[in-house]
């Protein structure tokens, strides 16, 4: 494995993390952690922690992309609107409640 391969996979796992941990809460332990435990690895050249990194980043970007899409296509309702929006996909229609 060569060196920019382990360069490319450090840059996309801190570009990653500081998208969902640093700016979500302004918390840099999860950045500084990666670079203490990416920096003793380096020092081993171990192939199999090149591996868990990519999955791990893998794990991440697709974990971010899946709460987009949750949050697009699934907004949050009301239980009113929920039960109300899931009788007109099937074709019915909820009765007026007065309160």
């Known amino acids: 494995m060569s060196s920019q391969e382990h360069l490319r996979t450090y840059r996309h796992l801190l570009r990653e ?5 640093t700016q979500a809460n302004g918390n840099r332990a999860w950045a500084s952690q990666l670079r203490l435990q990416w920096r003793s690895s380096a020092t081993n050249g171990q192939s199999q922690q090149l591996t868990a990194a990519k999955n791990v980043l893998s794990y991440l970007a697709n974990s971010r992309k899946y709460k987009e899409l949750l949050a697009e296509f699934n907004p949050k309702m009301s239980e009113g609107d929920r039960i ?7 074709g019915l229609e909820t009765p007026n409640t007065f309160s």
């Open 17 to 21: 993390i500081n998208r969902q941990f």
């Open 84 to 90: 109300k929006k899931t009788a007109n996909r099937v």
